[in-house]
């Protein structure tokens, strides 16, 4: 069976093992994803859905520039995967409006991000009397002024999550669900698949997608600095949806078609723990409380929270491993949907194609990793 | 059928109705419940079980006395419904701590409870150091001083509901769930059952126990002035459970037997709309975080909504209305579970053998009813 012995093995099955497979399945490659739950379970099922380069990014480097080429990815991406499954993925581009309220740090707003408008990216101030446009005049009196970023955009998760899988798994990949990777088949220093629950899946290569979970407990041969990062998430439901993203320094509101809105997030280094906690859910509604005052009468649907697999620098770690046959598509940390199509473009063009493009910024070397065994 | 014409037709099947039901059947009488929903859909279901009479009290009046009697028939109401259906009810003896933060009125803490001293009920004043014990030193350094009412008690109302719906059905009452009531039969000026969605259902006495539905939007042949007051709480799961129901002006953090902890309440004016809002979580929250700092880290499970029945002064209708016929066991507003033993023993009475006791306080004479049909 073609699962068995398939070309590559990709372990994870959330959305950038599925986007990964997809891509190398389109390219005439066998691959087998397998993953000890469903696609979305995790991180992919958990984000916001933020694709918002530009906002957050204080510098230009190799990162940024990996971040708006995903970003400009996803238009096609998305409309593809909607022709292809059927699943309204929730592409949209919304724009972001970060604001800044009384007390926030002082100058023209938008001028942080200056050296975006010189790499030639859209980034628009506004003064408090031009921002009843973008937020329907919604917005708390104590927000001073705000940067607009036109091309930030926004989509969801979870159907995008569903789509990709069964997109990998039209273009004829095997999604393993239900089983659970014991540890990696290294023979002669080189590995060879992974040893599952359900018995052996033997590979010419194996990439690592498993998220929070990538670094196997110590289960790999040599040690992957990536840990889980609990995020939280609160999801309101409004009369009247918001138009945009709307940010400040303490919390994001994500607008989602059916009128919710996401209020975003923690960050926190609490293990594999994925509760939800009283005070977070006390904080993010507060804070989102002083940018739209208005959000006090929404419904409060639910509360969830995920484990962004973080790393040292915040940096993903992509490419080759100190192992032959081992390669990494890991540690997004909060920017895994985000990344997703460019990181499954990347892997795909280096497993069937092999080296081109500067992983450097991206490699685990910078960890100077130890094998533990050769 | 003994449903098609029974002696007694109780419209509402929450905990009231279903104990008055399951109180006639004992005494002999053939008993209709009537309702749209299953027991505890509504603010059955939705309360946090508190049995405390004495920490929100003020003055001695025929409710404080009403309230303490029927919390005084709980321990052995709860014991019997174990006994007869096997269902844990929750009922525990936890006793309440009433904290006053800095910033609350000064003086000495239990100075407003003299009165139930004086009247033999326990009122124990905690100084600041005094309360490790009863809080396991988890209150805040904000707590000043406390008082302590060692006899108020919890219960759990979604198995009591259900606990009291097997009990009524196990003595022969039929409970009808899923029949919604239309109107009221009235023939030559009294009241002779009711009118649903299945049929008529013809009863010597009828029983309006229909919690914040019970003015019938108009259908009743007089007006009850009876309206719903929505309260919402969340539950928090902790590690380490309260030994004892905790309150400021602001909060009560009523503790389960499961280790969770209800934050209540909001009193809220805003129609039959069962909305859980950003804004209650965040305060509620907020205002359990400044009692017990500690809950921060606590999981945040869920949280909901119900629909009390309020009435002008705050107190139930209990007994007789101006159409011969039809009676009453509506408005009990925050305390339709504590009530619950003593208002379907006193109906009970009423209906089996005639007026004794003094329900004048509790008549709905006292809203001068207008009956719009004679």
């Known amino acids: 069976m073609n699962a068995a012995r398939p070309d590559v093995v990709v372990v994870g099955g959330g959305l950038i093992g599925c986007a990964l497979a997809a891509e190398l399945a389109v390219r005439g490659r066998s691959v087998t994803v397998v993953d000890r739950a469903e696609p979305g379970s995790e991180a992919s099922g958990a984000a916001a859905g933020m694709l918002t380069p530009q906002s957050e990014a204080r510098v230009r480097d190799p990162f940024f520039d ?3 080429e995903s970003r400009g990815l996803y238009p096609a991406w998305a409309r593809g995967l909607e022709e292809e499954t059927g699943v309204d993925v929730g592409y949209r581009r919304t724009g972001l409006l970060h604001c800044r309220l009384e007390g926030d740090a002082a100058g023209a707003p938008a001028e942080p991000f200056a050296w975006q408008r010189a790499a030639g990216l859209a980034v628009l101030a506004r003064r408090r009397e031009e921002l009843s446009v973008e937020a329907g005049g919604r917005l708390s009196h104590d927000v001073r002024d705000a940067v607009l970023f036109p091309d930030e955009a926004v989509v969801n998760p979870r159907p995008l999550t569903r789509a990709v899988w069964l997109s990998a798994v039209r273009r004829g990949a095997v999604v393993r669900t239900g089983t659970a990777v014991l540890g990696f088949r290294i023979e002669k220093g080189a590995c060879r698949g992974v040893d ?3 018995g052996p ?6 990439v690592d997608a498993a998220g929070a979970w990538a670094a196997f407990n110590g289960r790999l041969p040599f040690t992957l600095p990536v840990q889980p990062v609990r995020g939280q ?3 309101l439901a409004l009369r009247e949806p ?3 993203i709307v940010s400040s320094d303490e919390v994001y509101l994500v607008p989602r078609p059916d009128g919710t809105v996401l209020l975003g997030s923690t960050v926190e280094f609490v293990g594999f723990e994925k509760a939800v906690t009283a005070e977070a859910v006390a904080r993010l509604v507060a804070a989102a409380l002083r940018l739209v005052p208005g959000l006090g009468s929404a419904r409060f649907v639910t509360a969830w929270s995920g484990l962004r697999p973080g ?3 915040g940096l993903p770690v992509l490419g ?4 032959p046959g ?3 598509a890991a540690g997004h940390f909060r920017n895994g949907i985000l990344l997703a199509p460019i990181t499954a473009r990347i892997l795909a063009d280096l497993l069937t194609d092999g080296p081109a493009r500067d992983l450097t910024p991206f490699s685990i070397e910078r960890f100077a990793p130890v094998l533990r065994i050769a």
């Open 242 to 244: 918001l138009a945009t």
């Open 320 to 323: 080759a491993s100190p192992v």
């Open 311 to 313: 790393t040292p620098d």
């Open 201 to 206: 899946i033997e590979a010419e290569t194996t």
């Open 66 to 68: 990996l971040a708006v």
């Open 196 to 198: 599952t629950e359900a």
């Open 233 to 235: 998430i609160v999801e």
């Open 326 to 328: 081992l390669f990494f």
